[in-house]
């Protein structure tokens, strides 16, 4: 009967053109260059959104226009969107309609004469070697989990990880013959990073004891696990590096990189090479490591003018 016909919304089919569209440019690149899970939803988050506002004129993501695009950037910058976040959205589209535009699905790039949106680079914010220190005694290590959550912030700050590079972490990654990390990170990139005797003593000590008495029974190849037996989640490390900072009275305001940016600045304020930086940082461009030069450089400026005598 017609009264029982499911009919779509408007627009539908263009929303769900866009999504199948989508979907083919996030395989396409994943495979291409690997990108992470997050990457790869963020791409996914802003295609999606410029889809279902182009589905309202009943137009699905790849027959988009420059005004179409316009209109998209206007009504978010109206909305409070930040220069930043223009930016990485206007990023997103360019590499979607590249790829299309590869794929000969269309003939010319609509993001090609819109400029992107000037901002500033902000600096990343760093604890001090004071803080740093404040934050490693912060935990009870007289306690399984604490002795757990102190090895993981010793690991952070002697190697730089990233924080989903760590919460991965498996025991086969670790060689403390050599005194090595193997990580695999952003697009498979393989490294090896040195551990210091302090993380390779507090990694040894929750290996033969603690790690054991968290798992009891269970089994899990996961270095740092949970009680539940579980890889601990980017949330619930954030939470537990946010308790210990407020423990130590640490005033910096702290972020998920925070031991990452001061694992990068205090090595260079201490006259590290900035190509070696790079390396253990992972990072496939020399400019995105610069970063930190300026970070050290602020720093040294701040202790010029707080103890020379003519500062």
């Known amino acids: 009967m017609a009264s029982s016909i ?7 089919a263009e929303v769900e053109r866009s999504e199948e569209m989508v979907d083919r440019f996030l395989d396409a690149i994943w495979m291409e260059r690997g990108l992470s899970k997050n990457t790869l939803g963020a791409y996914r988050a802003d295609l999606m959104t410029l889809g279902r506002g182009l589905s309202e004129n009943n137009k699905s993501i790849e027959q988009a226009d420059k005004a ?25 589209f360019r590499r979607f309609f590249r790829y299309i535009m590869r794929e000969g699905i269309r003939k010319s790039d609509p993001t090609a004469e819109i400029a992107m949106p000037r901002i500033g680079r902000s600096l990343p914010k760093t604890l001090t ?8 005694n912060a935990p009870n290590t007289d306690e399984p989990l604490g002795h757990r959550d102190r090895a993981m912030l010793e690991l ?10 760590l919460i991965n972490l498996k025991q086969s990654q670790v060689n403390f013959n050599q005194g090595v990390l193997r990580i695999v990170g952003k697009g498979d990139r393989e490294r090896l ?4 005797e302090e993380s390779q003593r507090w990694l040894k000590e929750f290996i033969d004891g603690p790690r054991m008495e968290i798992l ?14 579980d890889r601990m989640t980017r949330q619930a490390f954030w939470h537990i590096i946010k308790r210990y900072a407020e423990k130590a009275s640490v005033r ?24 070696v930086v790079q390396l253990l940082l992972g990072h496939s461009d020399l400019s995105t490591t610069q970063i930190y030069t300026h970070v050290a450089r602020e720093r040294l400026k701040e202790l010029h003018g707080e103890h020379h005598p003519r500062g």
């Open 129 to 136: 070697e004071d803080e740093v220190d404040a934050l490693l």
């Open 156 to 165: 952070l700050y002697a190697t730089g990880l990233r924080v989903s590079e």
């Open 6 to 12: 499911k009919r779509s919304a408007p627009g539908s």
């Open 68 to 92: 179409d695009l316009l209109e998209f950037i206007a009504k978010r910058v109206e909305s409070g969107a930040k220069p930043r976040s223009t930016a990485r959205q206007l990023s997103s």
């Open 193 to 196: 990073i040195p551990l210091g």
């Open 252 to 275: 910096q305001k702290m972020s998920p990189h925070s031991l990452r940016h001061a694992f990068a600045t205090h090595l260079l304020n201490r006259g590290a090479d900035l190509r």
């Open 216 to 229: 009891l029974e269970r089994q899990t190849d996961y270095l740092f696990p949970t009680r539940r037996g």
